[in-house]
């Protein structure tokens, strides 16, 4: 007889290597051929909604890292809540109108001019549709499970319909108006832009310190003094109206030569330095209030200059003296308006100087700094030049510079209801906390909203004219706009004169011949996907509004999650949220930005080519995504090595239990052994701390206590010493059916935890079960842990020392290896002494410590008389010796009854019953 063949050794056909990049996509295409996503949403129906809502990504190129990591987070969210009661439906939606599809198209070749309105508009259409068959493909790549054939799509009839209306609200309730002020101008879209379409980058500005001659001095000052301002932005003096000073600031008049200027007190001793004054003194002070309504001559031009007093003015840098263009800052203009100023703006929208500037008209603004400041030094009214590099306002799309420029805009007004916005924000739950102070900082300092756009590719702004100039937004219109664009398409707004999109026989006492004009300028694209909270959680069947979280990146504060706020806030008085969360950026292992130019990027495609989708998900659970995520090869090497340890893990459970029927097989807790009891305790404690860590989150909890279980308590021990069980008792042992019954439970609590995050590798091991009564454990809910009082603590507390002690006999066992003592372990006979405080602890007979600490004989011993060779260690003493007896050909323990059964004489009376009983 082979003894080897009476071994109950492992039994799994799931593969030790996983081969993702190869059957993922299979096990998708099966999810697919059976609408996982179908099944999983009939099976929770009539639960308690939790409605993630989907931020929409911009339908152009392929996914970057960031990408992954946000839709990765959102799928683990939502598996998460539909396995632990909740109805939780993924809609994912994409973001479609905006400057960089029209700009994706000119660098395809397409001539904007060539073509209608409509026309290029069903171009940028037909573009964006493939961008998002594109970056679908790839998120479905990436295991996303949710809505894939019925996602929401901003530039589809019903939403934008959906928008109209939001619009028409919030125009009823006086919160949109349309006004001349500065707003940020991009010169290179050729288009004003919101905040949220700001980034800063560093630029190269000339600085430049320039007098203004008093003219009228209304006996305050005298007219030889010279208001010295500071700017950075030379091309704005042809629009200067004006000199701010605060009225509660001490101002002097500093004698420099024969020249005298008017500057702020506190800033005399930097001023002098940056220009360069040695010989001057201060002739006189006075206050800023006295400066009020002096009047100051242009440099440059044959007009005014007003003094105004600001609050806005600061004493950090410059003179203290501010140099207003209304036409070109907000201060500017709000303070110029007080006084009664017109606004001046001599720039188009190219960013090119007008007639109003004389002498600079037709150059660019950025080339008008030189010839505007070598005019300045022609007249004498250039004090200083030099150059500075600051962070400056550029456009998020082009990437170039922003001006700001007053021209007529559409607005929302956030001043109206800003104590209505603040108000939801402290009644929404943030994740992590300190993004409720972002938002509501960002909220309460926030200037009303530019929502108009000077572009084609877009959601009409729904106004009509009268002839009279008068706007018309009524109720009748608005339902009229909206019901066209859900039949026809926003389209039908170009397509059509302004009567034809009209109610029929609409009449308006400021077009007595009906004639009617239309709005040619667009909305905001933060417009629309700041009303998806109607154009999809209201308008679908399958959602709910308001959501209990939006989740997407940390620069979403100044995006979606504003934008979201104001509107939904603005129609119905609260957020569209019940929470927020927000996850950092995605960088190189240096902590860098990702850019092709330094060759440090990343894509999800390669990583799941190379290694896998679960990797890839995996990797997500493992980062703390509230900061910003390092991304190298490393990392994903270390996560591949806690994927194989948790794979080889479920496959050895797997392995160990194939001859084991829940049904039949099973132990009670009462009657496993202490081992079996403590790691199913442990396994009770590891469900509660990955149940509270998804539900708080914090992923990073679930993959260290998974990873730690695994490696601890399952591999390193109970795994480990259950070989001695399960491989060489008979097939019904109470000790081998004990130890199944707690793998078997391990493995199966494994599976459901660990589907949120890596659901191609539990699916797989899913299919390899025999008595589960589902296809797929996507199928299921979560464990839930079982509360075992009193015993379960008690089991931990003398289990904390047991595994102290083996942790010594373990150090004991290599040191004699390595002094050629021993071989392997269960060549020893260990002694371990217990020191006074530990007396006792092997007292109770329940626990085969031998197996304990897979050796083959232990005994306890004296700990005032252990022999020489004792290793005294960090808890207990010990003694490893060279077991004696002879080694069982079937077992491998060295044991004085090996030969005492004459059929079986190599074998130990152990394994001879074992053989006799099951294999005569």
């Keep these: 007889m082979e003894y080897k063949d009476t071994l109950l050794m492992p039994k799994t056909e799931f593969p030790m290597r996983g081969n993702l990049p190869n059957n993922e996509p299979k096990m998708q295409a099966k999810w697919d051929e059976m609408d996982i996503y179908s099944k999983v949403q009939e099976r929770t129906q009539g639960r308690p909604f939790f409605v993630l809502h989907d931020g929409p990504p911009y339908a152009n190129g392929d996914l970057h890292m960031g990408h992954a990591l946000n839709k990765v987070l959102k799928d683990m969210i939502v598996r998460h809540k539909s396995m632990t009661g909740y109805h939780a439906p993924y809609v994912p939606g994409w973001d479609t109108h905006g400057l960089p599809i029209e700009q994706a198209l000119v660098n395809k070749g397409v001539k904007r001019k060539e073509h209608s309105i409509a026309e290029f508009r069903k171009m940028c259409e037909d573009y964006a549709y493939s961008q998002i068959d594109n970056q679908r493909?790839?998120?479905?790549?990436?295991?996303?499970?949710?809505?894939?054939?019925?996602?929401?799509?901003?530039?589809?009839?019903?939403?934008?319909?959906r928008q109209i209306q939001v619009f028409g609200e919030m125009a009823k309730k006086g919160y949109i108006y349309k006004g001349l002020k500065p707003v940020f101008w991009s010169p290179s879209s050729e288009s004003a832009l919101a905040e949220a379409e700001i980034e800063y980058q560093d630029k190269k500005s000339p600085s430049i310190y320039v007098g203004f001659p008093v003219k009228d001095g209304k006996n305050v000052v005298e007219n030889d003094v010279q208001f010295l301002i500071w700017t950075t932005t030379p091309w704005t003096i042809p629009a200067n109206l004006g000199i701010s000073v605060h009225p509660e600031f001490t101002y002097i008049i500093v004698k420099v030569g024969e020249q005298k200027f008017l500057i702020a007190k506190d800033l005399l001793a930097f001023v002098a330095e940056e220009i360069g004054w040695e010989d001057y003194s201060v002739e006189r002070e006075l206050k800023g209030s006295e400066l009020d309504r002096v009047v100051a001559k242009h440099p440059l031009y044959d007009r005014d200059s007003l003094v105004m007093l600001g609050e806005h003015v600061t004493a950090e840098a410059g003179t203290g003296c501010v140099h207003t263009a209304p036409g070109h800052g907000e201060d500017d203009f709000y303070i110029s308006k007080s006084y009664g100023l017109d606004v001046l703006s001599p720039v188009d929208d190219r960013g090119v100087m007008t007639d109003e500037a004389p002498g600079f008209e037709g150059l660019f603004y950025d080339d008008a700094n030189k010839a505007i400041t070598e005019a300045l030094d022609k007249v004498g009214a250039l004090q200083k030049l030099s150059f500075i590099t600051h962070s400056y306002p550029h456009d998020w799309r082009t990437k170039k510079p922003v001006i700001y420029r007053a021209t007529a805009q559409w607005f929302a007004s956030i001043e109206s209801f800003r104590p209505e916005l603040l108000e939801a924000i402290r009644n929404t739950k943030f994740t992590p906390s300190w993004g409720e102070t972002r938002l509501y900082n960002m909220v309460r300092d926030r200037g009303d909203w530019c929502i108009s756009r000077q572009r084609v590719w877009g959601v009409p702004i729904p106004v009509f004219y009268a002839e009279n100039g008068e706007?018309?937004?009524?109720?009748?219109?608005?339902?009229?706009?909206?019901?066209?664009?859900?039949?026809?398409?926003?389209?039908?707004w170009f397509e059509r004169e302004a009567k034809d999109l009209l109610p029929e026989g609409f009449t308006h006492e400021g077009s007595p011949n009906g004639q009617f004009t239309k709005e040619t300028d667009i909305m905001d694209v933060w417009f629309d996907s700041g009303s998806t909270h109607q154009g999809v959680l209201e308008e679908r069947d399958d959602l709910v509004y308001p959501a209990d979280l939006y989740l997407e990146g940390s620069d979403q504060y100044r995006g979606w999650f504003n934008s979201s706020l104001t509107t939904s806030v603005a129609m119905n008085g609260h957020a569209p949220y019940k929470g927020l969360l927000s996850h950092g950026f995605t960088l190189d292992g240096n902590g860098r930005k990702m850019s092709k130019s330094l060759g440090n990027v990343i894509v999800p495609a390669k990583v799941m080519n190379q290694l896998g989708a679960d990797i890839l998900r995996l990797w997500v659970s493992s980062v703390d995504y509230t900061a910003d995520v390092r991304v190298s090869d490393s990392n994903f090497k270390q996560v591949s090595e806690v994927y194989r340890k948790i794979r080889n893990t479920l496959r050895f459970l797997h392995g160990n239990t194939s001859d084991f029927n829940p049904a039949t097989d099973a132990v009670a807790f009462a009657d496993l052994r202490?081992?079996?009891?403590?790691?199913?305790?442990?396994?009770?404690?590891?469900?509660?701390?990955?149940?509270?860590?998804?539900?708080?989150?914090?992923?990073?909890?679930?993959?260290?206590?998974?990873?730690?279980?695994?490696t601890g308590e399952l591999s390193s021990f109970y795994l480990d010493i259950a070989k001695d069980v399960v491989y060489i008792e008979g097939v019904d042992h109470p000790h081998r059916r004990a130890m199944q019954t707690v793998m078997y439970d391990t493995l199966l609590a494994l599976l459901k935890l660990l589907t949120p995050i890596i659901p191609h590798t539990t699916d797989e091991m899913w299919a390899y079960m025999a008595h589960v009564d589902v296809e797929s454990v996507q199928l299921t809910d979560m464990p839930e842990a079982e509360d075992l009082g009193e015993e379960a603590q008690a089991l931990r507390d003398r289990f904390a020392t047991?595994?102290?002690?083996?942790?010594?006999?373990?150090?004991?066992?290599?040191?004699a290896r390595n002094e050629k003592v021993i071989g392997k372990s269960l060549e020893a006979k260990v002694t371990v002494a217990l020191p006074e405080n530990l007396q006792g602890v092997f007292a109770a007979d329940d626990i085969d410590y031998a197996q304990f600490f897979i050796v083959s004989n232990f005994a306890e011993g004296d700990v005032n008389h252990m022999p020489e060779g004792t290793l005294k260690l960090d808890t207990v003493s010990v003694l490893v010796e060279k077991a004696e007896g002879e080694k069982c050909e079937r077992c491998w323990t060295i044991s004085e009854t090996v030969g005492q059964d004459d059929t079986h004489s190599t074998l130990c009376t152990r394994c001879a019953d074992v053989v006799k009983k099951y294999y005569a």
Excluded at 473 to 488: A, C, G, K, M
């Design 674 to 710: 202490p081992v079996d009891q403590f790691v199913y305790v442990r396994l009770q404690d590891l469900i509660k701390e990955v149940r509270e860590a998804y539900e708080n989150y914090e992923f990073a909890g679930v993959y260290h206590a998974v990873n730690n279980f695994c």
């Design 802 to 815: 047991l595994m102290l002690i083996r942790d010594d006999v373990l150090k004991a066992l290599e040191e």
């Design 471 to 492: 706007p018309i937004i009524t109720d009748e219109t608005i339902e009229h706009v909206s019901q066209l664009f859900r039949e026809h398409g926003s389209n039908v």
């Design 137 to 161: 493909t790839q998120f479905k790549r990436i295991g996303v499970r949710g809505n894939w054939e019925n996602p929401y799509i901003t530039l589809k009839p019903a939403f934008e319909a």
